[in-house]
């Protein structure tokens, strides 16, 4: 069995706070030791269930330098093999490669869920919301459609209570979910112990690989993911490319057969 962990930094365990995810900022050193915690807990779930190979990328925009490296590779969980510095959403292989399952780890809901921990979509600056194929989509639904143009199913998803609740909502009653945190706002929350989350997100990844129905991959075909942006300016940096509508001032709408190739034409610079 090969699987792929997708890691966000903003459901994780004991984070509240922009201060504990962006590169530099006082409290990210403490984030990034709670943030790899939680990962080695899925990467030990994920080997107990009988993973022959297990591929983390780490997917958490710290901001500048610190983007996309935010797991602490000295303390990595043996047994996996990690990328780190690889631009969102843009590094496929071991999908290409064919993969069983997907899990994403310390995904947060989408910008304006008001009990979600640090809710955002993509960008906190740029991003109003989006939607694929007219559903309101989160970073949850845009993975997973990533996952899902190579059939790879998403079958477990841990963060906050309403993360694992959005997920639930895009993916089925059967997708496994661990829920660390349950959010009484944008920045705060009410957490679990680490060591308590560590155990439930071994378990719950585990029972998720083992469990014997996987949820369906999420391949809808042809996709259309519409962003609404803060500002105009936001706008300019889509005008011309291939695929691409700007629908009116601050609205751009990307098309394609699939999410990747809708990805590609929406995220080339
Ligand atoms: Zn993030």
């Known amino acids: 069995m090969r699987v792929l962990i997708v890691c966000d930094m903003e459901g994780i365990t004991g984070i509240s706070v922009w201060e504990q995810v962006n590169g530099g900022a006082p409290l990210y050193e403490e984030g990034r030791r709670l943030y790899t915690a939680d990962v080695n807990a899925v990467v030990r779930g994920c080997k107990r269930a009988g993973a022959q190979q297990v591929t983390v990328i780490d997917w958490h925009g710290a901001g500048g330098f610190y983007s996309f490296k935010s797991l602490i590779p000295e303390k990595l969980e043996r047994g996996a093999r990690y990328v780190l510095g690889a631009p969102y959403l843009r590094y496929v292989e071991p999908l290409e490669q064919g993969c069983d399952a997907a899990l994403f780890v310390g995904f947060h809901a989408m910008a304006g869920t008001p009990d979600g921990v640090l809710s955002h979509t993509v960008s906190a600056e740029q991003w109003v919301s989006a939607e694929l194929n007219g559903q309101p989509a989160g970073e949850i639904a845009l993975v997973a459609a990533l996952c899902g143009t190579w059939n790879v199913p998403v079958v477990f998803v841990s963060g906050d209570e309403a993360a694992c609740r959005e997920a639930r909502a895009v993916l089925g009653e059967s997708l496994h979910t661990a829920a660390v945190k349950k959010g009484l706002g944008r920045f705060a929350?009410?957490?679990?112990a680490p060591e308590?989350?560590?155990?439930?997100?071994?378990?719950?990844?585990?029972?998720?690989?083992?469990?014997?129905?996987l949820p369906e991959p999420l391949?809808?075909?042809p996709v259309t993911l519409r962003?609404?942006?803060?500002?105009?300016?936001?706008?300019q940096s889509y005008?011309?490319?291939?695929?691409?509508?700007?629908?009116?001032?601050?609205?751009?709408?990307?098309?394609?057969?699939t999410f990747?190739?809708?990805?590609?034409?929406?995220?080339?610079?």
């Open 239 to 257: 005008v011309g490319k291939v695929g691409v509508e700007i629908e009116d001032s601050r609205t751009v709408a990307a098309l394609g057969t």
């Open 189 to 192: 929350a009410v957490h679990l």
């Open 196 to 213: 308590d989350a560590h155990t439930l997100l071994e378990e719950t990844a585990c029972a998720a690989l083992t469990s014997g129905t």
């Open 260 to 269: 990747w190739e809708l990805w590609e034409r929406f995220a080339r610079r």
């Open 227 to 235: 962003v609404h942006l803060h500002t105009p300016e936001a706008v």
């Open 219 to 221: 391949c809808p075909s």
